[in-house]
């Protein structure tokens, strides 16, 4: 039984593991880090794909707009990314849901770009030291987690949102 646990544990973690950036060195911060490198691309593309005349668009009027979202993602992603990182957070003008496209998709940006410096400080070392996350304690990597889940989810929603506005997701186009 234990040589069947071991077997399915190994058939579980190479595929992660062969994706990782520095597979050798830091297998498994280099998967996180090509994760959030993924979705962090998606919905990138996603805010560039919507026309600006419908950043203001939203379902419901409970829901946040397309703007407001991308405003959204980039104050958790500077927030969020300090934490696992230990690093100061990112500075800059905060985001509203009144922006323009442009100064939308440019925090966005810097905003990926900063956690994507936070990403390339981890090491397999440093993910289960524990930060201050929302007042309680999370390991580095369940915070780096978070983020990925977050963007994974925002993406989900703006892919909607892209769909209701006759805009096919960047996910399902294809490839060029």
């Known amino acids: 039984m234990k040589p069947l646990i071991c077997m399915l544990f190994v058939c579980l973690i190479a595929p992660i593991a062969a994706l990782a950036q520095d597979a050798t060195a830091n297998p498994l911060s280099a998967t996180a880090r090509g994760v959030f490198d993924r979705n962090s691309r998606n919905l990138v593309a996603a805010a560039e794909a919507m026309p600006a005349e419908k950043y203001s668009y939203s379902p419901t009027p ?6 407001k979202s991308i405003a959204h993602v980039a104050e958790v992603n500077n927030m969020a990314c300090a934490l696992f ?3 100061p957070a990112a500075t800059g003008a905060k985001l509203t849901a009144d922006d323009s496209k442009e100064k939308l998709i440019a925090g966005l940006k810097a905003s990926m770009d900063y956690c994507a410096k936070a990403y390339s400080t981890l090491t397999d070392a440093k993910l289960t030291e524990t930060v201050p996350f929302f007042g309680r ?3 580095r990597l369940g915070v780096a987690l978070e983020v990925s889940n977050d963007l ?3 993406y989900a929603a703006l ?5 209701l506005n006759g805009v096919l997701p960047p996910t399902a186009q294809k490839k060029q």
């Open 62 to 67: 409970e829901q946040m707009s397309f703007g």
């Open 137 to 139: 304690k999370a390991t």
């Open 152 to 154: 994974i989810d925002h």
């Open 85 to 87: 990182s230990g690093s």
């Open 159 to 163: 892919a909607v949102y892209l769909r």
